[in-house]
């Protein structure tokens, strides 16, 4: 109901669909990319842009999956006006990581030590429930590059959090 | 999902999301709409105002070539609608005068110089 008034040009509707949404959106973004003021500023343009598409939106219920393309795509432009997804080298974290091995590391750190096209699809898989296919249709990376981004993100993260989870569970992961 | 998951790295993920509702964020997006939509006015308007004054400037131009087309166009002689009217009209009008004169300007112009040539030689 309230995604049909937005359609309409409800602008109090829409203003109920970001209060509902927000949340989730911006989980999302934070996860993406690290700074949370950038975070925010990327999370309003990419409901800016569902505000000024929604009435090309045809089916009210693929709402949230059409809402999460969008956020993607925010995130996508963002990188690919700064190529950051083109950048191969490692980020400055990852080699002071290595530097600390046995530093604890919260998730959002620990993901902020891979490159740009790795944590996009670390995210999209892990807390996106999104197949190597999807992430592949949404990103327009080759299918391989997904799996290997996936693949060796993970070996990363596992070696960058087992002791922040050691730290947690009060002793070293059997 | 069909794809291999790292277990304990998805049970990180699953960690329910720590952002609570913030109104002022949804005031901001908001915001940022209604200063969107306003950019869009300003910029319809402001291109709307150029064409209008552009189709102003070319205005003038463009009424002076078509009184200029007519009045070449008009008959130097009063003809009537009969024959001899439509067989001259291609030489009887302004138009054909204007050309007249300038063919015979081109054709003096080598002959003033020629002139001059010869007044230099002697």
């Excluded at chain 1, 003021?37 to 693929?62: E, T």
């Excluded at chain 2, 291999?4 to 005031?27: G, K, R, T």
Aim: with cysteine; glycine share 6%; aromatic share 8%.
């Amino acid at each position: 109901m309230i995604i049909t008034l937005a359609r309409e040009g409800d602008k109090d509707a829409f203003a109920e669909l970001v209060k509902r949404r927000q949340s989730l959106v911006r989980h999302l973004m934070r996860r993406l990319c690290s700074d949370v003021v950038l975070a925010d500023d990327l999370c309003q343009q990419a409901f800016l842009q569902a505000y000024l598409k929604i009435s090309s939106l045809r089916d009210s219920n693929a709402f949230g999956g059409w809402l999460k393309q969008l956020t993607i795509n925010t995130w996508l432009q963002h990188c690919r006006k700064r190529d950051l997804l083109q950048k191969t080298d490692e980020p400055e974290d990852l080699l002071a990581t290595r530097e600390q091995p046995g530093m604890a590391m919260d998730l959002d750190a620990a993901l902020l030590t891979l490159k740009t096209s790795e944590r996009l699809c670390i995210v999209l898989s892990y807390q996106e429930g999104m197949s190597h296919e999807e992430i592949a249709n949404t990103t327009e990376l080759p299918l391989g590059t997904v799996k290997s981004h996936i693949t060796r993100g993970t070996a990363r993260l596992q070696t960058s959090l087992s002791a922040y989870r050691d730290s947690r569970l009060g002793g070293p992961e059997s | 999902m069909s794809d291999q998951h790292d277990i304990s790295l998805q049970a990180l993920f699953d960690e329910p999301a720590q952002i609570a509702d913030d109104s002022e964020f949804v005031v901001r997006t908001m915001q940022r709409i209604d200063q969107r939509q306003r950019r869009s006015l300003y910029i319809w308007l402001a291109v709307s105002g150029g064409l209008i004054i552009i189709a102003s400037l070319f205005a003038l131009p463009l009424e002076i070539a078509t009184f200029i087309t007519q009045s070449f166009t008009t008959p130097l002689f009063s003809l009537g609608s009969g024959w001899l009217g439509w067989l001259m009209a291609p030489i009887n009008n302004a138009g054909a005068l204007v050309v007249l004169l300038i063919r015979l300007l081109r054709f003096a112009r080598p002959k003033s110089s020629e002139w001059r040539v010869s007044l230099l030689s002697f």
